[in-house]
Each structure stands twice: as structure tokens, then as C-alpha cells.
């Protein structure tokens, strides 16, 4: 008995076949096949020798040096191991870790539990995560409480401070854009013109622009006398940012649920503000999670541009590793620097832009 | 007489405006306080006033005792050509790759692939140091130059380029090509009428083409080439002559048209994607060759999915030129926000320059888009 259940998946070796064909299907591809293999044989060897082969995996700058006045060829992955913990936790003081360790362990643990398909109570881990975690998180790392040393902001730095940024511009630019999306959709004309003026100045002015008016404006507004560091106001300028992109998203959200969801719910007697929270955000929020994510890695790649107010974030940390004479021995190191960095970044915001495609697929594979 | 939910909508909203209010008076009573303590100047006379600090790249002529409108329009000048360098390499490179990315060969697909994700995902301002610091500030003194054919040359100090020199009579070539430009527009517009009405017309690309160039064409011949290239030249220590390049700009406009490329080259894609199959077939079926069905099926009906985001993409790249103040490209960020910024300290007048004008350009060029839409807007019937 035939059967057509199973619908025909080719198997590794039917693909193979069907890629070769179309690598060479005709003249033109033949030339283009050609052209790509010969690049990849003069290119890729060298790249593999460069960064495997002879790369210096151990040691201090010793491992990269000169011999003789020689300059050493291959990576110096020695650089990144050597000046890890300064990566990682910048001038942190040592004794301190532990509590960004903490950090890491709590954003790590909620990524996971956000992005995994067994955990079901998603919405409820959000909340808690945008809500709850910030002000836990700035406890633990500023201190000050419950025993624990004060830390001032201006001794974090590296890794830990990109994941501070991003995590602080991410928790406030989220109920922020909610809110200002709900103002923009606002039946009262006075909430809508301010709404629709707050986004359009938003979305006109360069982030880094809105970064020198936060950082010169911001402490002119404030009572005489206010000192406030350089982070606090540039994670005001990312949320105001970011919060514009954010209300983009969510009024395109907003937009998808049919007008018969608010009309049902209101001829059910809900309230207004009910029919929001009961029927159609948590449509809406399903809609736009993509979106979001994709907002999420716009803000990982943003936190870069911090190191043009002087704030010393991963890269910009490496930036610093690199000045260090210690280490001035050659294009190499600078190489294997920028590598390493774009492989940290590129890893972050490749699986979050997975999983925003993911998630883009499988709704429209629901309809 | 009102209805209860009017006079409550007309109370919210009042309660908004006055909140706000009052978060603008005490915020500018904070503001003028701090103005005195401080011994801030205010007013917009400064603009008048010598900027006394030079600039690196100045397209129009400019010098320390210029004043700082001088200076706000060198820096305004320098970002727009950024921008515009930047959108004519992203816009071929990103079209290649997102034509790669539905190319018939797979290894073709697999490296656009490739290049998309890869400049996606890494932060741009990497991408920029990449450039900048491990490409081009490596490179060798203007001695050891990297030539290309005695015309370009590119070494530490930048890329130079051969430049036009326009020699008498240019003029009139030019005056021809402007005539025949809106001569062709005449002709093109007179062969579409025809066309519609009648059913048939010669074909309209050679001839509007040929009255397009045409004249230009004849007068250069009869003004025996009005133009000549300068060619760098290496004299002493460095190029002389030629176009000079500061590789500020060329890192920028480097990684800047690479990483908008990747979008764009996504742009394509989707309006690729958006030509239903159907489409393909039914043309192929009718018999038309495979150049007339990408040009005259595929082409216009892809265009019109893919110009509204390639504005904005167009934007994006303009507002990402902002990164420039990273590596010291002087553009108007750098200049204004840094330097003028620092030098008068007048926070407010400095910033709601510098707004004002990142937000009529982006206005403008949004209106621009808006309105070309409307034009290609398929109407629904």
C-alpha cells in the first residue's frame, strides 16, 4: 500500500546533488562558482593559518612579542585571555565580582527561561524581568545596602557595563514605548499630538545628538547642586531612544488586532482599560514580540557609541587594552582584538535575531 | 449641554497639559538659575562671532576667524556628503547581494547569506574601528603607496583620486546637456501620449536617450573636449594634486555603505519575494524572453515594494553618519555638539541648532518619500 503521509524530505544527498546542479546549472554560474571557489582558496588558508595555525593562545604580551626585532605573525589571542577580567568587569573592584557575577547569572537564567519552549508562564517572567530585576540588579551592583559596599558608578565598566546599559535602556524603553504607543492611539486630541510629536522628534534626531543634549541639557534642568554621573544620563538618553522605536513596534501591534476584538470586549461590558489588559494587549504583545527583539538588538549593537561621551563600556575597553604600551607590538593584537569583539557581539545579536525569526514564522505559520 | 464623558475627556486632558507645565516651569526656573551660576551667555548673537578652530575637511572656504554660522554649514556640508557617498556605494552593493540572495546558485546564496548576517550583527562602530584602526591606519607613508594604474593612490594619509578639471567652453557643454535633458523630458512625455492614444509609437528609451546626451555629446566634440583630469602626483612627503580623501571619510563611508548594504540587500529581497510566482509564470507562458520578464514583470512590480523601506533605510544611514565624532570625520555632530558646544558652553542654542537641522533633513527626505509613494502607489480597483 502506498502511502503520502509523510511529505517528501530530501535527504542530505538529494540536496547536496541539487546544490551542485545549481552551481553549475549554466555557463554564467559556472563562472561565478569558479570566481567564488578560487577566492575562498586564496583566502580562506591564510585566514585559518592566521587565526588557528599560529595563533598565540597563552601568555602575557610576551607570547606576541617580537623575536629579535621580528615582528611574531598570528593571532594574539594571549591579549583577550590576559586582559580578561578588565573585559569582563572593568575597574570593578576585585573583591566585588561575585555581585556582577550574580547579574550575569540572573539575565542569563531569565534569557533562558524566555527563550525555552517548555516554560509556559513567558508573560509572567517578562513582567518580573522588566519590572523586578532592574532595581534588584542596581542594589547588587551599586551597593550602598544591606552591607553591601558602595560601588560608584564611575568603576563599572566592560562587559558588565554594555549588559547594564543595554538591560537598563531595554526595561525602560519597553513600558515607556507601551505607553507612549496607547497615547499615540489616544481618543483625546491633546495626548495624540504630544504622542505623535514625541516619536517624530525621536525617530529624526541621531542617537548620538540626543547623546550631547541628554548629556548637556539634562544637568542644566535639574535644582542647582544635582550631581548626576555620566551613566545615568546616558541610560535617559537611551530609553528616550529607544522608547521611539519601541512605539513603533507596538502601535503596528495595535494595529493588527481587528476593530470586532474591541468591540466584542466593550458589548461584553468591559471597561476601557480592561478590554486593553485583558483582550487585546495580550494579543498584541504576541504580535510584536519579533519586533521587540529585533528593538533588542538594535540596543546590544547601540551601546557601542557610549565610548563617545568617555564611558568605558566592552569595546571600548578594548580600546583601552590596545593603548596600553604594553601591548603596542604590532597590527596583529588589534586584529585578534576586533575579532574576538565582533564574534562576542555577533554570537549575541545572531540568536536574538533568531529567535525574532523564529517567532515571525511560526506565527504566520498559525495565520 | 456636554455629556459627562466630554467634560471628563476635556479634565484629563487639562490635567495633562498643566502637569507638563509644570514640569516646564520648573524645569527652565532650574535652567535660568543655572544659566547665572554658571555665567552662561545666551542668545544666538555667537553665530556671528569667530569660530577660531579649523576644521579638517571644508568644502567651501572657510578659516579660524570664520564665524560659527561658517563653521555650522562646513559641518552641515560634511555630513550630507558622507551621506551621499555612502547611499551611491550601499545602494549597488546591497541591490548585487540581495539579487545573490535569490540567485538560481547555491553557493552564491550562501555567501550573500553569509554578508548579511555577518554586517547585521556586528555593532557598527566595530565595524568602523575595523576600518579605520586595523585597515587603513596601517596602511604605508604616501611613499609606499597602494597605486591603481598611476591615476588612485591610497596610504596612511588617505585616498586620492584623479579630479575633473573643466576647461574653457565646458559651459556650453553643459548648457547643451541641460537643454537636451529637457528636451528628452518633452520627447518622453509626447511618446507616452502616442502611445496610449494610438496603441503604438517608436520605441521610447534610444530616442529619448539619444536626445538626453546628444547635444552634450556634439558640443564637446565641436569645443574639442572641454576637460581634463588632474591626476595625483606624489611631490615631497605626500600627493599633491588630484582629489584628496582624509580616511576619516573613507573608513566612514567604508563601513557605513557595508553595513546599510546588508539591509538593503534584505529590502531587495523581500521585494523580490513580493512578485507573486504566478507572475513569472504566466509571462514565461506568454512567451517573453528572460530579459523582458525581469524588466518589464519582475522589476516595476518589486520596485514598488522596495522604494518606501530603501527610504528609510536611506534615513537610517544618515542619522548612523553621526558616529563619525568616534574616529574624528568633522561632521556636524562632531563640530557642533563637540567642538562649538565646548568653546561657547550654550547648551540650549547649540542643541536646538543641531536638532533643527538633523530634523528638516530627515522631514524633508521623508516628505520626499512619502510623496514619490503616492506616485508609484499601485490604485486598488
Request: hydrophobic share 55%.
Amino acid at each position: 500500500m502506498t502511502t503520502l503521509e509523510t511529505p517528501l524530505q530530501p535527504g542530505i544527498g538529494a540536496r547536496a546533488s541539487r546544490l551542485l546542479h545549481s552551481c553549475i546549472s549554466s555557463p554564467g554560474n559556472i563562472a561565478l562558482t569558479l570566481a567564488l571557489v578560487l577566492l575562498a582558496a586564496y583566502a580562506l588558508p591564510p585566514l585559518l593559518d592566521w587565526t588557528i595555525l599560529q595563533g598565540h593562545w597563552s601568555g602575557g604580551p610576551d607570547a606576541c612579542a617580537p623575536i629579535d626585532g621580528k615582528q611574531r605573525e598570528g593571532a594574539c589571542w594571549a591579549f583577550v585571555g590576559s586582559r580578561w577580567t578588565q573585559l569582563v568587569y572593568g575597574p570593578y573592584p576585585d573583591s566585588e565580582h561575585w555581585r556582577v557575577d550574580a547579574v550575569f547569572a540572573m539575565v542569563l537564567a531569565a534569557g533562558i527561561a524566555l527563550l525555552s519552549r517548555r516554560v509556559t508562564s513567558k508573560g509572567l517572567i517578562g513582567l518580573l524581568l522588566i519590572l523586578v530585576a532592574p532595581p534588584i540588579a542596581g542594589v547588587l551592583l551599586a551597593g550602598g545596602v544591606l552591607g553591601l559596599p558602595e560601588v560608584p558608578v564611575s568603576r563599572w565598566g566592560g562587559l558588565m557595563l554594555t549588559v547594564t546599559l543595554a538591560g537598563a535602556a531595554l526595561a525602560g524603553s519597553l513600558p515607556l514605548g507601551l505607553a507612549v504607543a496607547l497615547c499615540r492611539r489616544s481618543s483625546l486630541p491633546v495626548i495624540r499630538v504630544l504622542a505623535v510629536g514625541y516619536i517624530e522628534f525621536l525617530r529624526g534626531v541621531p542617537l548620538v545628538p540626543l547623546l550631547f543634549l541628554v548629556m548637556s541639557i539634562l544637568p542644566l534642568l535639574l535644582p542647582p547642586g544635582t550631581d548626576l554621573a555620566l551613566l545615568p544620563r546616558a541610560i535617559v538618553a537611551f530609553i528616550l531612544f529607544n522608547s521611539a522605536g519601541m512605539a513603533e513596534v507596538f502601535r503596528g501591534g495595535l494595529q493588527a488586532i481587528p476593530k470586532g476584538q474591541f468591540e466584542a470586549a466593550r458589548s461584553l461590558g468591559l471597561s476601557g482599560a480592561k478590554t486593553m489588559a485583558l483582550v487585546i494587549l495580550p494579543q498584541a504583545v504576541a504580535i510584536v514580540t519579533p519586533g521587540l527583539l529585533n528593538v533588542a538588538v538594535a540596543i546590544v549593537k547601540e551601546t557601542t557609541v557610549i565610548l563617545i561621551i568617555g564611558l568605558i563600556d566592552f569595546l571600548n575597553q578594548i580600546q583601552a587594552g590596545l593603548a596600553d604600551p604594553k601591548w603596542l607590538l604590532g597590527d596583529q593584537v588589534r586584529d585578534s582584538a576586533y575579532l574576538f569583539a565582533g564574534l562576542v557581539y555577533w554570537a549575541v545579536c545572531f540568536g536574538l535575531s533568531r529567535v525574532s525569526a523564529r517567532l515571525e514564522l511560526e506565527r504566520e505559520r498559525r495565520g | 449641554m456636554m455629556q459627562r464623558r466630554d467634560i471628563g475627556a476635556v479634565a484629563i486632558q487639562a490635567a495633562v497639559l498643566i502637569v507638563l507645565g509644570a514640569i516646564v516651569w520648573f524645569a527652565a526656573s532650574n535652567a535660568a538659575a543655572n544659566l547665572t551660576r554658571l555665567g552662561i551667555n545666551t542668545g544666538f548673537g555667537f553665530l556671528w562671532r569667530p569660530a577660531g578652530f579649523a576644521i579638517s575637511q571644508t568644502l567651501i572656504p572657510y578659516s579660524e576667524s570664520s564665524p560659527y554660522l561658517a563653521a555650522l554649514t562646513v559641518a552641515a556640508l560634511n555630513t550630507v556628503v558622507l551621506a551621499a557617498v555612502s547611499i551611491a556605494v550601499a545602494t549597488p552593493i546591497g541591490f548585487a547581494v540581495g539579487l545573490g540572495r535569490r540567485s538560481a546558485n547555491g553557493l552564491v546564496r550562501g555567501v550573500s547569506t553569509g554578508y548579511v548576517e555577518l554586517l547585521r550583527n556586528v555593532p557598527l562602530l566595530l565595524q568602523l574601528f575595523f576600518w579605520y584602526f586595523a585597515l587603513l591606519r596601517p596602511l604605508p607613508p604616501p611613499r609606499q603607496s597602494l597605486t591603481l594604474l598611476g591615476a588612485v593612490a591610497l596610504n596612511a594619509r588617505g585616498l586620492f583620486l584623479p579630479m575633473p578639471v573643466a576647461d574653457e567652453g565646458f559651459g556650453a557643454v553643459l548648457a547643451a546637456l541641460v537643454a537636451g535633458i529637457l528636451l528628452a523630458g518633452i520627447a518622453a512625455r509626447m511618446l507616452a501620449r502616442r502611445r496610449e492614444r494610438t496603441g503604438d509609437a517608436p520605441p521610447a528609451p534610444p530616442i529619448v536617450l539619444a536626445l538626453a546626451i546628444g547635444p552634450a555629446l556634439i558640443a564637446a566634440l565641436v569645443t574639442g573636449l572641454p576637460m581634463h583630469w588632474d591626476l595625483p602626483h606624489l611631490q615631497g612627503f605626500n600627493y599633491q594634486g588630484g582629489l584628496a580623501v582624509q580616511p576619516e571619510l573613507v573608513a566612514m563611508a567604508l563601513a557605513l555603505s557595508l553595513y546599510s548594504a546588508a539591509y538593503i540587500a534584505e529590502i531587495v529581497r523581500a521585494g523580490l519575494d513580493a512578485v507573486p510566482r504566478g507572475q513569472i509564470e504566466a509571462a514565461r507562458a506568454l512567451g517573453l524572453r528572460p530579459l523582458t520578464v525581469s524588466g518589464k514583470i519582475v522589476v516595476p512590480q518589486a520596485l514598488r515594494v522596495i522604494v518606501p523601506p530603501l527610504g528609510n533605510e536611506y534615513l537610517r544611514l544618515f542619522r548612523n553618519t553621526t558616529l563619525a565624532a568616534a574616529i574624528g570625520y568633522p561632521d556636524l555632530t562632531m563640530v557642533f555638539g563637540g567642538t562649538v558646544l565646548n568653546q561657547t558652553a550654550q547648551a540650549f542654542e547649540v542643541m536646538l541648532i543641531l536638532c533643527a537641522v538633523y530634523l528638516a533633513i530627515n522631514g524633508g527626505v521623508s516628505a520626499l518619500i512619502n510623496w514619490y509613494n503616492r506616485r508609484i502607489a499601485v490604485a486598488h480597483r
